[in-house]
């Protein structure tokens, strides 16, 4: 199994797509951080001084961290799914696609193991890609907005219902734990797409079916006319992960929810094994 | 195989744990209302009618049903906004059987009308000018061995976050000036959309000024009614009374849920606390 896991590893350091994901990321942050320059030169003077008396967005609330937590939040949602369905949709199907899959299932290995080591690969994706993102946004935020500590308001995000603050240290450990549980909540994407990729033998149908998925559940939730749906959706349930910026974390339904991820991914990863096993392999 | 049942125990696991971390069900979460001060009861009401609605103001045939809302509820001052004018009023005071007194604010720029009534045969009724908009307040003694009281009646424009806000800070600029001789509790519909979930956009100009009217706010006022949840239809919580911030007793904190009538999109929030 650990050959098998350093062989997978291997093949998904040498993939192009896992170096474009961090390239794109880099983009996107760079990206964030000029329109959260000039749309913080806007909000702490000219317009908003010349319309409003009063503002929170004074030049304290524009720090490193506000910086990293919009970047994290608005990422979240659409990009790095995209990269987590790329890598783990195209790992059973990829094989199938190249040729290859046929030959590694002749080998003495289990299917059950290659799948195991393939979902690893993918977590391990997922959680490098997320962990990356957040550190280089702190260090881009460091660098070029200045630290502070992490000032939060009702409204945007959804994250408090009454002003509040985490110290700055504390900020930074939030970002620790946004790390694992956004990890957690990608592992969803990746069990789903693992199934896809087996499912089907090309990986850009597994990829989209699985980025078709999660799109239509996240608008569906969106719209007002399935509010009523929106907790049976695992979009719904994904969403726990950002609980970790509240001022007082709410563990218990952050608990809760992670399990119902964790039940997400076992299930997908389960209904996969048992697919992977009786699947004629004819490529 | 026994990958299969690993996995198997694990997803078994997984469902066990979200039971067991499932939060209570709102029936069995501690109320607020639980504990019972009666120094000072007040509600508000927007009773209008929804947007669908050719008249979205309050409608005459409806004013008997919201004066046995008062009456059986017995508040000491009742907040009320979209009212078509004087006449109106007249008619719901009449219903109320001389029990309070009433007055309405100036005409702004709309066609409706806030309104204020009070139990206390001395009160005394403010205008206040907001811009192009105007509330109402009334000032008033609910006891005879208490501080003065100042309630404002307010109702923020429904369709401009950007005028909200600016009708949120000339409000409370008006309600910290007298915050040092009374209570001040500022009752209305604000209008405010918090609930970023609702939003098709991640972020929305819209959204940061109703974050900025609402914080502002909280940076001098308690929000007495954050506890009962939504106040209109689409689990809207856009009615607010909002009290000092020093206050500490709070009794019942209520949406009366079975008071709408008509095709009224609002129900009345009641808060009773302790001065």
């Not at chain 1, 990746?190 to 608008?219: E, G, K, N, R």
């Not at chain 2, 806030?114 to 609910?142: H, M, N, W």
Request: one cysteine or more.
């Amino acid at each position: 199994m650990l050959t098998l896991l350093k062989l997978e590893l291997e093949k998904l350091l040498r993939a192009r797509s896992f170096y474009l994901s961090f390239v794109v990321l880099i983009a996107f942050v760079a990206l964030m951080l000029w329109g959260f320059y000039t749309y913080a030169a806007r909000k702490t003077g000219g317009e908003a001084v010349e319309q409003f008396k009063y503002t929170y967005e004074s030049k304290q609330y524009f720090n490193g961290l506000t910086f990293a937590l919009y970047s994290l939040l608005f990422s979240f949602t659409l990009l790095l799914p995209i990269f987590v369905s790329m890598s783990a949709g195209s790992q059973i199907a990829g094989e199938a696609r190249s040729g290859t899959l046929r030959m590694i299932c002749t080998r003495p290995i289990s299917r059950v193991s290659l799948i195991l080591s393939k979902f690893l690969v993918s977590t391990f994706h997922a959680g490098l890609l997320l962990t990356f993102f957040i550190g280089f946004n702190l260090v881009v935020g460091l660098i070029f907005v200045g630290w502070g500590n992490l000032e939060l308001y009702p409204g945007p995000f959804n994250l408090v219902d009454v002003p509040g603050k985490i110290m700055r240290d504390d900020a930074l450990m939030r970002f620790g734990y946004a790390a694992l549980s956004g990890t957690w909540a990608l592992l969803v994407i990746a069990a789903l797409a693992l199934l896809c990729s087996v499912v089907f033998d090309s990986p850009a149908q597994a990829i989209v079916m699985t980025i078709a998925a999660y799109l239509t559940l996240y608008i569906v939730g969106r719209v007002e006319f399935f509010e009523h749906l929106r907790p049976y959706f695992f979009t719904t349930d994904m969403d726990f992960w950002r609980d970790v910026f509240k001022p007082d974390i709410p563990w218990q339904s952050l608990w809760h929810y992670a399990c119902i991820c964790g039940a997400y991914t076992t299930g997908l990863l389960l209904v996969t094994v048992v697919i992977f096993e009786r699947k004629d392999i004819v490529t | 195989m026994w990958v299969k049942l690993v996995l198997l125990l694990l997803f078994c696991l997984m469902i066990l744990g979200a039971v067991h971390f499932a939060p209570p069900p709102e029936s069995e979460k501690p109320s607020s209302s639980a504990r019972f001060v009666h120094s000072l009861r007040l509600l508000t009401w927007n009773i209008g009618y929804a947007e669908l609605e050719d008249d979205t103001r309050a409608h005459d045939q409806d004013l008997p049903a919201i004066a046995v809302v008062i009456l059986r509820e017995d508040p000491d001052a009742v907040a009320l906004q979209e009212l078509t004018g004087n006449a109106q009023l007249n008619i719901l005071l009449g219903l109320l059987h001389g029990k309070y007194r009433g007055a309405v604010a100036q005409q702004g720029k709309g066609d409706r009308f806030e309104a204020v009534l009070v139990k206390d045969t001395g009160a005394t009724f403010i205008p206040v000018a907001l811009g192009a908009r105007y509330a109402l307040g009334a000032s008033f003694r609910p006891r005879e061995d208490m501080r003065q009281v100042v309630l404002l009646s307010a109702h923020a424009d429904a369709f401009n976050a950007a005028h909200r806000r600016t009708y949120t800070e000339a409000l409370i600029d008006w309600a910290q000036a007298r915050a040092q001789s009374s209570e001040v509790f500022i009752a209305g519909d604000f209008n405010f959309e918090l609930k970023a979930a609702n939003e098709t956009n991640l972020y929305t100009d819209d959204l940061k000024h109703d974050s900025e009217s609402y914080s502002h706010i909280l940076r001098y006022f308690r929000d007495l009614g954050r506890a009962a949840g939504h106040t209109a239809i689409n689990d809207r919580r856009i009615d607010y009374i909002f009290g000092p911030a020093t206050l500490e007793q709070i009794g019942r904190v209520e949406v009366l849920r079975d008071a709408a009538v008509g095709r009224m999109d609002h129900w009345p929030l009641l808060v009773e606390v302790g001065l």
